[in-house]
């Protein structure tokens, strides 16, 4: 039982009421007076030279009010690790999905219309959609000038060479040594696919310019402080001139970062002296939007036959697509967790991430995890067999445990990892008869780190004794709610009397973006402090207006009084209105921290399927998850989030694909790109670890990443329990299945 009053707790979420009802602005519903309507093009061509773009029919068409193209807008390019993207290409497109021009009308239907009637010649050049052709050296260039690119903010994984956008790697103990002393070697080699986000609203973005060449942008993005510098780098102005307003956001998981439609709809702004929206289709977002990465993983591990492992060597390939984006990144976040979460002394782990003449991959939830620890999750068990050894069993073998180094070198105090197994296999029923043939239980486990970012928010107190907060996070998982928890709880109000409040750029303290399972981590942390602040100011004042020590007074419930003498009583609105009178001052708590230390996370997952094998259709009974989330803010709020990774890291096991035919995607539509709906999953069991994180509000420790990891994992290792075909590329169809058993019956 929690000792806390409202952290700790479930609780709804403070939007809800709003959501229902229709009440909250999404970036479609920004509606300003004049506003135009904008549309893009995007390039035909998967890697082509731009001969001449013919605007002229698309100008004369009435009611367009500007076109623009890559000689219209800022030259300088962009980009979270590498800069190396345009706002627009100006000779040449590298992707089916390239931005070629623009145009801003007065409808929609105007504008589609003026985009159809834009005329490109295209000098087709050779492409590249093989990441292990591209990285051979005599391989063509795809990006001539990467040379002269600068870098991002995040500046140290950015190891470059000619393709090769991002390289990291990293070694312990003596790989060569721990091989020699392995009984038996194992290699295998894995792939997964490029994989949507899938989040249900659309990018959307809206600018308006003032006569002065004040900015201000609408978005949908996870971080607008990251936008904001972002457009000042590009616009080459100060961000005192850029103001981002953050929409409520229809879903993301790392697909609303990089910025895709505000430059352009600056420059129209800018060009038309009106205000100008863009939204981008589904089709829009299928080929041009940010992807997870295509991963290539080869695993070599060394093992003694009681199921030691002795070494270990890892090597990701991830496919960037056209621009790196985060690539490098999510090839450097695979790589350095390659051990999966098991104590193995001797490793040596490569990431590569390579540029392609494909849709860009950026951030997807747990960006190279998914990847990876499919790839590991599923060579555990492919050993496991081989020696005869139960897979739970190994994995509690090899598993991290109590003063073990993880692998962002903190010494383990206590190991969640047992305790999430035995959890995971109880709740599927592990070593227990099955219901029926071809009936296959799987598990996998997984590690993740959230991140560590600065963060600040304010909380005020009212005249009538309620309490604003104004965070400049971007609520995308109900984190206004934890925020708004942490400050009930330090200031001993109940939740009605907490305004949560996202404020934009100028209105807001720095706040971390949307992502890295940073913002419960981050801006909890800031909330406490924030509200510990208030708390101290309340009492300063209050305690000279009762004539007390401070010691001596109690809040509870908008009250102030004197331990024992309960007369003696202040509201808190009267004690905001007495600092305002007296003192001239607002009661106004600051909550400000530099970035912690990033706190390690460790889960697994189990799954119970049957197969089909007249059809290869894999039917899921249970899945369950097993989490440590360190301390659970909101233990509704973390269920939905593990419940809601398991769906997407089901999707990606089972169906998801974006397909490719000469760089162009086939499923362009949720018709032809099939995600899991209610149907294809049961109901999840979830499971929650909580061992206190030091650097967390009240020990929490991030939760948005880690359950997208395992997954496909255990489901993989539960269709070979079944039917004994192993699946290595995902998606695992029925199509794979009934081939793999093909060849399984002719051997």
């Known amino acids: 039982m929690s000792e806390y009053r409202v952290v700790g707790k479930s609780v709804p979420r403070v939007d809800a009421r709003d959501k229902v009802a229709g009440k909250c602005l999404f970036g479609a519903d920004i509606k300003l007076p004049g506003m135009l309507q904008g549309r893009m093009l995007y390039s035909t061509r998967p890697h082509a030279r731009i001969l001449n773009i013919d605007t002229a029919r698309a100008e004369r068409l009435p009611g367009v009010r500007a076109v623009i193209t890559g000689k219209d807008v800022p030259r300088r390019r962009f980009g979270t690790i590498v800069q190396d993207e345009p706002v627009m290409a100006l000779d040449k497109v590298l992707f089916v999905g390239d931005r070629v021009a623009a145009v801003a009308a007065d409808s929609l239907d105007t504008a589609e219309e003026a985009v159809s009637l834009i005329k490109v010649e295209y000098k087709d050049l050779p492409s590249l959609f093989d990441p292990r052709e591209a990285m051979k050296p005599n391989a063509k260039v795809i990006h001539k000038d990467w040379e002269s690119y600068g870098k991002g903010r995040f500046r140290t994984i950015s190891d470059r060479a000619g393709n090769i956008c991002g390289h990291s790697e990293f070694s312990m103990g003596d790989p060569e040594k721990g091989f020699s002393e392995a009984d038996m070697i194992f290699e295998d080699e894995y792939t997964t696919p490029m994989v949507h986000q899938g989040y249900i609203e659309p990018h959307a973005a809206t600018a308006m310019v003032e006569p002065s060449g004040q900015i201000t942008v609408w978005s949908t993005t996870q971080g607008q402080f990251e936008l904001r510098a972002d457009l000042a780098g590009l616009f080459e102005l100060p961000m005192s001139r850029i103001k981002v307003i953050p929409t409520e956001i229809g879903g993301a998981f790392g697909g609303k970062i990089a910025p895709l439609l505000e430059p352009a709809c600056v420059v129209l702004s800018r060009m038309t002296g009106r205000p100008v929206q863009m939204v981008m289709s589904r089709r829009d977002e299928q080929i041009a939007a940010r992807p997870r990465h295509p991963g290539l993983m080869r695993i070599k591990t060394g093992v003694k036959k009681d199921g030691t492992i002795t070494a270990r060597e890892v090597v990701i390939i991830l496919d960037s697509g056209a621009y790196a984006d985060f690539g490098p990144g ?5 790589a350095v967790g390659g051990r999966g979460p098991y104590a193995i002394a001797n490793a040596r782990m490569e990431g590569f991430c390579v540029y392609t003449n494909k849709p860009s991959g950026g951030s997807y939830r747990a960006p190279g995890g998914p990847q990876v620890t499919f790839a590991i999750e599923s060579h555990m068990d492919a050993i496991a067999e081989a020696l005869g050894i139960d897979p739970l069993e190994i994995r ?31 709740g599927i029923g592990w070593g227990e008869p099955k219901e029926g043939p071809n009936r296959g239980r799987g598990l996998a486990s997984a590690q993740w780190s959230n991140g560590g970012a600065a963060a600040g928010l304010t909380v005020k107190i009212n005249d009538d004794g309620t309490a604003s907060v104004v965070t400049g996070s971007v609520d995308a998982t109900g984190s206004n ?62 305690a000279e207006r009762l004539g007390v020590e401070q010691e001596k007074l109690r809040m509870e419930n908008g009250q102030v009084w004197v331990k024992g003498e309960e007369d003696k009583r202040l509201s808190l609105g009267s004690i905001t209105r007495t600092a305002q009178r007296f003192r001239g001052t607002l009661i106004v708590g600051k909550g400000s921290l530099p970035a912690p230390a990033p706190a390690f996370m460790m889960c697994s997952q189990g799954a119970e399927v049957e197969v089909d094998t007249q059809t290869g259709q894999v039917v899921i009974h249970k899945l369950v998850a097993s ?62 670890v909580e061992q206190n994180s030091e650097e967390g509000p009240y020990g929490a420790k991030g939760v948005g990443e880690t359950p997208i990891n395992p997954p496909a994992a255990a489901i993989a290792n539960a269709v070979y329990d079944a039917v004994g075909v192993r699946i290595t590329d995902l998606p695992i169809t029925p199509e794979k299945i009934l081939e793999a058993l093909r060849e399984k019956a002719d051997t």
């Open 330 to 334: 999510a090839a450097y976040a695979a």
């Open 396 to 426: 509690l073998k090899n598993g991290l445990k109590e003063g073990d180094i993880s692998y962002i070198g903190k010494r383990i105090e206590r190991g969640a990892l047992r305790d999430t197994l035995h959890r995971a296999a109880e």
């Open 481 to 542: 709610t934890v925020i708004a928890q942490a400050v009930a709880e330090e200031l001993n109000l109940p939740m009605s009397s907490i305004q949560v409040v996202t404020g934009d750029t100028d209105t807001a303290l720095n706040a971390p973006l949307t992502g890295g399972s940073m913002i419960a981590y981050n801006m909890g942390k800031a909330a406490m402090l924030a509200a510990q602040d208030t708390r101290r100011q309340i009492m300063e004042v209050a």
């Open 627 to 688: 989490h440590d989330v360190g301390f659970a803010l909101n233990p509704d709020s973390v269920e939905g989030q593990l419940q809601g990774g398991m769906v997407q890291g089901l999707g990606a096991a089972l169906m998801e694909d974006v397909r490719l035919n000469n760089g162009n995607v086939e499923n362009p539509s949720f018709k032809d790109y099939k995600i899991p709906t209610a149907v294809d999953f049961p109901s999840i069991e979830t499971s929650i």
